[in-house]
């Protein structure tokens, strides 16, 4: 495995360190090979762990977007003073700066995957790398639209050949998308005779490719629930297409956690597992600083507390919080760190956006919740940093968790019963969800499932939107610390779970999109859409196609 590490380091290093203006614009050097004679073996594993940076690699990354976006981490204001609060607790800039990175690195490494796929295959033996490298495209080009809407996808990934790609409607990216996902699948099933079966070069599945079929049919499933409140000729377009799923079972979709593992090791914080060296320690066995200046928000520990602060006084009087009254989660210790206050062992959190002295500020910051072990381990038992460093690097990395998936399925089956299943179903698959967290987090969850039965909005029961409430809710406190994004997409698409703004915010409600970059805008002006700060906050034909209703 480190043989495959350091052949990634390399091929991310000539592969990745250009101007994500020109998509790849690579000065070849005559006398080397050409990039498209580069072997799709020796492309995937440095395409794959570079692009999952865009996940977890702390600032830019979509972790920290969709952990601020949510109202799940607070700042530990008395040590530090920048942060979150000149951005993203006001969101007074959002503008080609905030969050940049997740266009670049996107558009820079889809473009690795597309080499893959043109590279000379007449011989059919790259079919299963083809196949790959069209699911990882399609599962990370689906995030340019739901986070920018339009965007350069038909003229894009061409390098030097086209450096100013004209922008798509990004309902047809999201329809190239899905055709590539049905295409990766038909190429699993008939690929020739002569067709490589991927070793250790597949960092996420090992060359299974049972679990990529699986895990093509999980992103369609969940670019067509994106797609669940449009209407006209895309509603059309989403039921002819979630017919496909007719006849499927829970077996066709994730069965395990979509994880990427090269050999993370210690040798250096570039091999390490990039959640733990991002938010926990480095190589070296020093705390990150993002571990000593991140807390739990006010809001999550709200939510994971039973709505209490101390031993039996309630904080919040919102109507949306009275669902979490008296339900103590069990995850809680396993996400943050566990805290005595009034006598009470609880998740001790902090205001976004309240300064020192201010209220949700609390006076004592050296017993506020931090990141806890059960995000970089699980269950596995460590007393040491140097155990927690080895246990990291051996789980891997998420990219789709099972609980995520599971909450898909039952989601899937409220919406759509005649093809996903029965309430019954969609509870099981509810169910499956909380314990798919737990399992991940390391968490017993005892009774828990039997206790929220009844309260509407965080268990099983009531109307479909109360449903939709508790699914939404569920998936909220299942993908913290592990995939945030997604529950700000899921809000900005239901409105589930309410999720405050922060103390300091200058707007009324989250952005429905982000900015185009200002590379972008200088490189490629003639295309790019120009639109205001101010239209990112309201619905208008630039918000992402799914989301303007």
């Known amino acids: 495995m480190n043989k495959i590490r350091n052949t990634i380091l390399i091929l991310a290093l000539s592969l990745g360190v ?3 203006n020109d998509y790849l614009d690579i000065n070849e050097n005559p006398n080397s090979a050409h990039i498209e004679d580069v072997s799709p073996k020796l492309i995937f594993p440095g395409a794959a762990v570079s692009i999952h940076a865009v996940q977890t690699n702390g600032a830019g990354s979509m972790m920290e977007l969709g952990s601020t976006m949510m109202n799940s981490w607070g700042i530990n204001c008395y040590s530090f003073t920048s942060g979150y609060f000149g951005r993203e607790f006001t ?6 700066s905030f969050y940049s990175g997740i266009w670049s690195t996107i558009y820079l490494q889809c473009a690795n995957f597309k080499l893959i ?5 007449a011989d059919r033996s790259q079919d299963n790398y083809v196949a790959m490298a069209k699911i990882m495209k399609a599962f990370y080009m689906q995030y340019i639209v739901d986070l920018y809407g339009d965007a350069p996808y038909s003229e894009a990934f061409k390098r030097g050949f086209n450096t100013t790609p004209k922008y798509d409607d990004d309902k047809n990216i999201y329809k190239a998308l899905i055709s590539d996902l049905d295409a990766s699948i038909a190429l699993i099933d008939n690929a020739g005779s002569t067709a490589i079966v991927p070793g250790a070069e597949d960092v996420i599945f090992s060359g299974a490719m049972g679990k990529w079929k699986n895990f093509a049919r999980t992103i369609k499933l969940r670019m067509l629930l994106r797609m669940s409140n449009v209407t006209d000729d895309m509603a059309a377009y989403r039921d002819s297409k979630l017919a496909d799923f007719n006849g499927s079972t829970d077996a066709d979709f994730n069965t395990v956690n979509v994880l990427v593992n090269p050999g993370y090791s210690n040798a250096n914080d570039d091999k390490m597992n990039p959640f733990l060296v991002s938010y926990r320690v480095n190589s070296a066995g020093s705390t990150a600083a993002r571990y000593n200046w991140i807390t739990a928000s006010e809001h999550m520990a709200i939510a994971l507390n039973g709505n209490r602060v101390g031993s039996l006084t309630p904080f919040s009087t919102l109507p949306s919080d ?6 103590v989660d069990p995850r809680s210790f396993r996400l943050f760190s566990s805290v005595t206050y009034q006598g009470v062992p609880q998740v001790k959190g902090t205001r976004q956006g309240a300064l020192p002295g201010e209220p949700g500020a609390p006076l004592d910051l050296t017993t506020v919740s931090k990141f806890a072990s059960g995000n ?6 460590v007393s040491t940093i140097g155990a927690l460093i080895s246990a990291s690097n051996t789980r891997g990395s998420m990219i789709m968790s099972l609980a995520e998936t599971k909450f898909l399925l039952a989601e899937a089956a409220l919406r759509y019963p005649a093809i996903f299943g029965s309430d019954a179903q969609a509870s099981a698959n509810f169910n499956a969800g909380i314990d798919a967290s737990a399992s991940w987090l390391g968490a017993t969850i005892g009774t828990y499932k039997t206790t929220i039965a009844t309260r509407t909005g965080l268990g099983w029961t009531g109307s479909f939107n109360n449903k939709l409430e508790a699914i939404m809710t569920q998936k909220w406190i299942g993908l913290t610390n592990v995939s945030p994004i997604e529950s700000y997409i899921d809000y900005l698409r239901t409105g589930y779970p309410f999720t405050p ?9 989250k952005p429905y999109r982000l900015m185009y970059p200002i590379s972008e805008s200088s490189a490629n002006s003639a295309n790019v859409p120009s639109l205001s700060m101010n239209q990112l906050f309201t619905k208008n034909q630039y918000t992402p196609f799914w989301n303007q209703n």
């Open 376 to 381: 970089f381990v699980g269950n596995t038992s």
């Open 91 to 96: 969101l007074s800039t959002v503008d080609g």
């Open 18 to 20: 250009v101007s994500c």
């Open 322 to 327: 009275a669902k979490f009254n008296g339900i």
């Open 501 to 509: 703004m922060a103390a300091s915010a200058t707007v009324a409600n």
């Open 117 to 121: 796929e043109d590279y000379n295959n």
